[in-house]
């Protein structure tokens, strides 16, 4: 495997999963693999999870790690071709990606959806300007497409936590005051479809996610029918898709509560506002997980760390 971009990149589910497990219980078992290579991280976001679980992951695996904050601390890109370079960029892509490739050897970028335009959003293109640029491995954090090493993180909890073949999943909307990207459902969505499981994803009308992604899967624009014998309720806000990073519905009813959840297990892929998203009671209580699906970022980084630095010695 050259690039980790999207949940795509996977050859074997279950077997990337079990292979996490295992890495789990033996954290450094393969401390020599990354000696003497490293790794360099980009971001052009916040982060707290993503930031600390990949580097935790590139330690145990015995390499280097550098860190930059992008967004604040470097020179703002241009990405287009032929452009007169005389507004706010000061650097090109061509040149960025070419230098930061010398520094490293496997490079991870996180870069959200600006939500302003659904096309350029659709491009990615910081993610593949280093694509095509660096000519080194690339790693994706969260990009405006997809969040793939949250949804394997997701795939490993799920894993440790079932207790039947085929569980009830389902992905469920809440309110937010802010516009947020579709990068976390939409690979969420995508990794539901190679379990096996009953997977359904509800939301308000309006708030379809890419039809090109969700296809074959199941909607269901009545939560609590949605929610019926779910073993597994994830909850994620996300804008509106057809009108492009709008807000549509502030309507509280869609919070997640206790009462709601019932038996299932709450799951969110952190950060969450809470009574907002969902309630104390839910957070505080027995049947969250957030904390292991956080934590299990590690082992999720660590199984792309491991079969990047396999595949290219
Ligand atoms: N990496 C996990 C989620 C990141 C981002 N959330 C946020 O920006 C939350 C911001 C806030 O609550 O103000 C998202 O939804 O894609
Ligand atoms: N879940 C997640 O990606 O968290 P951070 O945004 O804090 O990295």
């Known amino acids: 495997m050259k690039h980790y971009l999207s949940i795509n990149d996977i050859d074997s589910l279950p077997d990337w999963v079990t292979e996490a497990r295992e890495l789990k219980k033996n954290p450094r078992a393969h401390r020599?693999?990354?000696?003497?290579?490293?790794l360099c991280m980009l971001f052009f976001n916040n982060s707290l999870r993503t930031r600390l679980s990949t580097q935790k992951?590139?330690?145990h695996l015995g390499m280097e790690v550098m860190v930059m904050n992008f967004g604040t601390e470097s020179w703002s890109l241009e990405f287009g071709d032929g452009t007169v370079m005389d507004q706010g960029s000061?650097?090109?892509?061509?040149?960025?990606a070419k230098v930061v490739a010398q520094f490293c050897d496997i490079v991870a970028i996180r870069s959200f959806a600006g939500l302003k335009d659904k096309e350029i959003d659709a491009a990615d293109v910081v993610l593949n300007g280093f694509v095509e640029h660096a000519a080194i491995p690339v790693v994706n954090m969260e990009s405006s497409m997809g969040h793939p090493l949250q949804a394997l993180a997701d795939a490993i909890t799920l894993a440790e936590n079932a207790q039947k073949k085929r569980p009830k999943v389902v992905l469920s909307w809440a309110p937010h005051p802010k516009a947020l990207p579709h990068a976390v459902p939409n690979s969420f969505v995508r990794m539901m479809q190679r379990q096996e499981a009953d997977f359904v994803i509800t939301h308000p009308k309006g708030y379809e996610l890419d039809p090109s992604i969700t296809k074959g899967s199941t909607i269901e624009y009545d939560q609590y029918k949605a929610l019926k014998g779910a073993d597994f309720v994830y909850v994620k806000n996300w804008c509106c898709y057809s009108d492009?990073?709008?807000?549509l519905n502030r309507d509280t009813s869609w919070m997640m509560t206790k009462?709601?959840?019932?038996?299932a297990k709450f799951m969110h892929c952190l950060p969450v506002r809470r009574n907002v998203v969902v309630e104390d009671a839910v957070l505080d209580g027995s049947r969250?997980?957030?904390i292991e699906q956080a934590n299990n970022r590690t082992y999720a980084a660590q199984v792309v760390?491991?079969?990047i630095l396999d595949s290219n010695p």
Do not use: D, F
């Open 259 to 263: 009462g709601k959840l019932g038996q």
């Open 305 to 307: 760390l491991k079969k």
């Open 32 to 38: 020599l693999l990354g000696a003497e290579k490293t």
């Open 90 to 96: 000061a650097e090109h892509i061509k040149e960025a």
């Open 57 to 59: 992951a590139a330690m």
């Open 244 to 247: 492009y990073g709008s807000v």
């Open 288 to 290: 969250s997980l957030v």
